[in-house]
């Protein structure tokens, strides 16, 4: 098991940038492919993206693709998610994720970090 724990959220107005950090705790994070995961008020959770446990590949939602990288650096034990041209509709609780399958399900990912919050103002 390892622990996961975000960080970088906060308000920032449409347009603007943010970058989330996701620590990880354990000897094991380079074999785990790391996934973020969003939810709205009032929505299900929601797909962002994921990178493979190497940091080879990456995979993102369409609303993302283009704004938001994700990137890892094994050595800190860190994911993370770089989000540019924000957008009111980018509001949500932001999750970091850890499994051993990488995927878009959430349910497939084994471990969660508690989540940050980003506010796009308009």
């Known amino acids: 098991q390892v622990q996961l724990e975000e960080s970088g959220g906060g308000l920032v107005q449409a347009g603007g940038s943010l970058r989330l950090s996701c620590a990880v705790s354990?000897?094991?994070?380079?074999?785990?492919?790391m996934g973020w995961f969003r939810r709205a008020p009032g929505k299900e959770r929601e797909f962002v993206g994921y990178i493979t446990a190497s940091g080879g590949s990456t995979v993102y939602a369409d609303s993302v693709k283009g704004r938001f990288t994700i990137s890892r650096d094994n050595a800190k034990n860190t994911v993370y998610l770089q989000m540019n041209s924000l957008k009111p509709e980018d509001t949500a609780v932001y999750y970091c994720?850890?499994?051993?399958?990488?995927?878009?399900?959430?349910?497939?990912?084994?471990?969660w970090g508690p989540g940050t919050q980003v506010t796009v103002s308009s």
């Open positions: 354990g000897r094991t994070f380079s074999s785990y492919a």
């Open positions: 994720a850890a499994g051993t399958i990488r995927a878009t399900n959430w349910r497939l990912y084994d471990c």
